[in-house]
């Protein structure tokens, strides 16, 4: 029995929604698919309407947003945690999908008032991946 196409995409886009904030390349994406990275590309589009780095980008300027509004950390600091390797494209590519600048949308967001910023320390170690050492002594979790 063969699987469709979507199962296998669906992988690559759960690689991604999992590793955001790491680099990722085409070709790693197209590896989690079991497809070439052109015909990954075509049928990436195809099935989600938009490229893999797009979705990647779009993901990654949601995650910021999450971070702008709840989190005590600098633009540039979001901009690293989320995978962005220059600010500069972080801010145009955050003000193409959300319509204003990352700073400008943190105003907004405190102006509408909510919860307690997060520490910026405690934000930076969630998003840090666990030392082998300790990671190999968790135990496992449920599985979903």
């Given amino acids: 029995m063969t699987l469709p196409t979507e199962f296998h995409l669906r992988r690559a886009r759960d690689l991604i929604d999992a590793r955001y904030g790491e680099p990722l390349e085409l070709d790693d994406l197209a590896a989690a698919?079991?497809?070439s990275r052109y015909h990954f590309a075509r049928e990436f589009r195809s099935a989600f309407g938009e490229t893999p780095g797009g979705y990647l980008s779009r993901?990654?300027?949601?995650?910021?947003?999450?971070l702008l509004a709840s989190a005590n950390?600098?633009?540039?600091?979001?901009?690293?945690?989320?995978g962005f390797t220059s600010l500069g494209s972080f801010s145009r590519r955050f003000t193409e999908l959300v319509g204003c600048s990352p700073s400008e949308y943190r105003r907004r967001m405190v102006?509408?008032?909510?919860?307690?910023?997060?520490?910026?320390?405690?934000?930076?170690a969630w998003t840090r991946p666990l030392p082998p050492a300790i990671a190999d002594k968790q135990p496992e979790g449920p599985r979903s």
Wanted: proline residues 11%; glycine residues 12%.
């Fill in 33 to 35: 698919a079991g497809f």
């Fill in 59 to 66: 993901r990654r300027v949601e995650r910021a947003k999450d």
């Fill in 73 to 82: 950390l600098t633009v540039t600091e979001i901009c690293v945690l989320v």
């Fill in 111 to 124: 102006a509408r008032g909510g919860p307690p910023p997060i520490p910026g320390c405690i934000a930076m």
